[in-house]
């Protein structure tokens, strides 16, 4: 296998290193977040997909680093035969998968700060708004009417 290959995957494995890290470290957390947002079952499937689209966002991350070389898509020159720029590349890969989810976790821990909010509140905006149900509100149905 080429060496151009072997870093190429191995920026790739440091991506999904981070991925599952993240995994581990938020994971604890996640569930018990979404169990409050959605209950206790919903919680659990939220809070496995959210810790999954973790790690697959670090390594899409991972997967956006450029590799060719300057002169465009097709220059591998230039990059197969240094060492150095191949670290570089390898490094990026690791750096993009952090940047991603990074923005992906703080993207995502803003709109449940807002959704917790909003239940915390009441029952959403469509609750706020609207007044309290009152007794003479809604008429019996269980009587029947009498006739005029």
């Known amino acids: 296998m080429p060496t151009f290959l072997w870093f190429y995957v191995a920026g790739l494995a440091a991506s999904l290193g981070v991925g599952f890290v993240l995994y581990c ?39 956006s680093t450029q590799w060719y070389g300057c002169h465009g898509y097709d220059d591998y020159q230039q990059v197969e035969h240094n060492r150095r720029v191949m670290f570089e590349k390898s490094t990026g890969q690791v750096a993009g998968a952090i940047s991603s989810a990074s923005h992906f976790v703080v993207l995502a ?27 003479d509100a809604s008429p019996d149905r269980s009587a029947p009417e009498a006739p005029p």
Do not use: E
């Open 109 to 135: 821990a803003g709109m449940s700060a807002i959704a917790y909010a909003l239940l915390w509140r009441g029952r959403g905006p469509a609750a706020t708004n609207s007044p309290p149900p009152t007794a």
């Open 25 to 63: 470290l938020l994971g604890p957390y996640c569930a018990p977040m979404f169990q409050k947002l959605f209950g206790d079952q919903a919680g659990q499937l939220w809070g496995r997909a959210f810790r999954m689209l973790v790690v697959t966002t670090a390594l899409v991350g991972g997967l």
